[in-house]
């Protein structure tokens, strides 16, 4: 058997990610619902899916329509929605595959009446502008004959105290009452923290479920869901003056232990950890130094002396803090993981 | 059948992958190998190796052995090299694979005496100070009874015009000397373009074959070898003063088209691209607007004012142009290319 041990680990806590997503459902009375697009933030959208089913959640959503089939066996087809909407060539393989469409517009909205329509969904544009049916596109007969089980609109400024967020909460309760569905749904996962007022039916977190703090109020209620374990290749004793790395950014400026680990930016470390990175061997916080390869990061190990090769390093996912030290969205850094770890969930 | 058309393309020219190839091949005499770690930096390791293999390409070189096996099928193992080493527990499964390691450090060449060794390459570090055998291990009888195939060495500024290229130079010219081995290998893509000095027996590009362009010399021989479409899913008639996107970060100046089309920072556009990122309709350049999403980026359509909903617009990866843009390199823009899109060679 040719089976190799992959010097890289992305430990994944599906009790952190239940308890995250149990933290959101207990900020009201609205059912909770989950944002699994994107291979679940990057953390693979199977086991996301089949964790939070377990824990009671009956609403996911997904942004293209292979993310719909690649969990249909998972639940009841009826449980995902597609929120980028749908186009023509697709609309048959939609019907069959049984997940329902956020219709985005007014043509959107043509064609699946023209199809023969059944349950869909609806996103109006509260001004984010982005993704929606806008206000000036909504004619008197436009929703006519259609089956709309939610109704949706997208905050712009949840993570902020901005006025925006109650401009978009007045226009969407207007159109909550003039629209005839049987949900409405408007809260992301910092909209959730904003209060019940934006609760609606249902409410839709993201980065909250896979430990991200997109508000200050969350912070007590979200854990990390993901940490790396990156295997330690080489220890070598340099002096000072040797310069590590590509380029030759770092200058050691004394005799300096360094541990080389399999983790780079194709994992998704990207360059601009760089000189701000840290990882732990035990619980000794240990530098990045020099520049992030493709494959490798350096490290000074001078700190944490006994570690050697075969050893791994640590990399806890403390979103806010990993974003800090990057300049990377918490989200990004969830969607820019790579592909070769070991993915071990517990 | 469920079958979904994605929304989202990533084109791959195998022509290009190939002519950068033989542009880097026809620098100097040596042989030329091809650096497919992290998938074929992103764009597909197999469909990578298949094409090089067919081109006469006859050395591959992965960062795990995972990534061997991904391609042992295609060419025979004996031409896969494993940059990153081997561990204990490996090794029956490396020497079953038949892929050669390359040993980086002391420890890893006693264990690969010790399991009986056969054929091995050796990595020298000549001042990169990430991953190989330092100056300072090297003892007396340390590569005895070794069969060294191929010495290593890596370079750390070849993309610049640094008197670092000239010290490894000269140390790796030393060793290639001292310690037996049937082939030399000393230079990345860059490295190839510092002359033939640099060359020794076998090249080792990476960027260079997927249309990165790491030294000037480079830029008349090297052409992109990918492009992303993305679908257009909205066209929509904004006022001056509306705001778009997440943090109502761009305010229309004036009435403005907006599109929005399928392709996020999931999908390796990253949110450094807001403000200066352009996508073209035709050849017509776009500017994206507002904050990149993670599923959708938004565009200012005015001055392609025929686009409509359905069609589609392009990014070419001109990997210096992207990497001025966004603050990524040229290797990051490729490595964090999502999952989710159709990859269709040609």
């Known amino acids: 058997m040719t089976d190799f041990d992959p010097p890289l680990r992305?430990?994944?806590?599906?009790?952190?990610?239940?308890?995250?997503?149990?933290?959101?459902?207990?900020?009201?009375?609205?059912?909770?619902?989950?944002?699994?697009?994107?291979?679940?933030?990057?953390?693979?959208?199977?086991?996301?899916?089949?964790?939070?089913?377990?824990?009671?959640?009956?609403?996911?959503?997904?942004?293209?329509?292979?993310?719909?089939?690649?969990?249909?066996?998972?639940?009841?087809?009826?449980?995902?929605?597609?929120?980028?909407?749908?186009?023509?060539?697709?609309?048959?393989?939609?019907?069959?595959?049984?997940?329902?469409?956020?219709?985005?517009?007014?043509?959107?909205?043509?064609?699946?009446?023209?199809?023969?329509?059944?349950?869909?969904?609806?996103?109006?544009?509260?001004?984010?502008?982005?993704?929606?049916?806008?206000?000036?596109?909504?004619?008197?007969?436009?929703?006519?004959?259609?089956?709309?089980?939610?109704?949706?609109?997208?905050?712009?400024?949840a993570d902020a105290d901005s006025e925006q967020n109650g401009r978009q909460l007045a226009m969407f309760s207007q159109f909550a009452k003039e629209i005839p569905a049987k949900r409405r749904s408007f809260a992301n996962s910092a909209g959730i923290m904003l209060g019940p007022d934006y609760h609606f039916d249902l409410t839709r977190p993201g980065i909250g479920l896979y430990g991200g703090v997109e508000r200050a109020e969350m912070a007590t209620g979200i854990s990390p869901v993901a940490h790396i374990a990156a295997r330690v290749l080489q220890v070598r004793h340099l002096n000072a003056g040797d310069a590590v790395g590509y380029g030759a950014t770092y200058i050691c400026e004394e005799p300096t232990i360094i541990a080389t680990a399999s983790m780079g930016y194709a994992d998704g470390y990207l360059r601009s950890f760089a000189g701000r990175g840290v990882v732990y061997a035990d619980d000794v916080a240990l530098p990045v130094i020099g520049r992030v390869s493709m494959d490798l990061i350096t490290i000074n190990a001078s700190a944490g002396s006994s570690l050697s090769e075969g050893d791994w390093v640590s990399l806890p996912f403390d979103l806010p803090e990993l974003s800090a030290q990057s300049g990377l969205s918490q989200y990004e850094l969830l969607t820019t993981l790579g592909q070769r770890s070991d993915r071990i969930w517990s």
Chains 1, 2 share one sequence.
């Open 10 to 157: 992305l430990h994944l806590d599906g009790n952190a990610l239940v308890s995250n997503w149990r933290f959101l459902q207990g900020q009201g009375g609205a059912a909770c619902g989950a944002a699994v697009k994107a291979n679940g933030y990057g953390l693979g959208a199977r086991e996301v899916v089949a964790r939070l089913r377990d824990a009671g959640c009956r609403d996911f959503f997904v942004a293209h329509w292979s993310e719909a089939a690649a969990i249909a066996d998972l639940v009841p087809p009826e449980w995902i929605s597609v929120l980028n909407g749908i186009q023509p060539f697709d609309i048959s393989s939609i019907q069959q595959l049984g997940a329902v469409p956020v219709l985005n517009t007014p043509n959107q909205i043509a064609m699946w009446k023209a199809s023969g329509g059944g349950a869909c969904h609806v996103m109006i544009d509260t001004g984010i502008n982005r993704l929606g049916i806008g206000p000036e596109q909504i004619a008197n007969d436009l929703f006519d004959g259609l089956d709309i089980d939610i109704l949706l609109s997208h905050l712009a400024s």
